[in-house]
């Protein structure tokens, strides 16, 4: 079992920059390729970004290349997602996920409860 906890939504203007953090916990956490994803009112949840559990590889959605970075700090068992030049668009709540090849299977298989991100214009 893996529990993911996010901090770090907020509220900031359009341009503005926020940093979240997903702390893992459970004895395996650090083996787990983790991943962000996104879900607007009324919108389906969306992948934002993904990282491989060595931090190798990464994987980001084409609406977020080159303004959001994904990151992990194995031994504390934390991922972050370092945002910048947020648009109102990427108003949503925020999920961390984890899961075992999940990069290559595109599925994960634990989650956490979400932190909110708005974007003002």
């Known amino acids: 079992q893996v529990q993911l906890v996010e901090s770090g939504g907020g509220w900031v203007q359009a341009g503005g920059s926020l940093r979240l953090s997903c702390a893992a916990s459970?004895?395996?956490?650090?083996?787990?390729?983790m991943g962000w994803y996104r879900q607007a009112p009324a919108k389906e949840r969306e992948f934002v970004a993904a990282i491989s559990w060595s931090a190798i590889k990464t994987n980001y959605a084409d609406s977020v290349k080159g303004r959001f970075t994904i990151s992990r700090e194995n031994p504390e068992n934390t991922v972050y997602l370092q945002m910048n030049s947020l648009k109102p668009e990427d108003t949503a709540t925020y999920y961390c996920?984890?899961?075992?090849?999940?990069?290559?299977?595109?599925?994960?298989?634990?989650w956490g409860h979400g932190t909110q991100v708005t974007v003002s214009s």
């Open positions: 996920s984890a899961g075992w090849d999940s990069m290559d299977r595109k599925e994960y298989d634990w």
């Open positions: 459970g004895r395996t956490a650090s083996n787990y390729d």
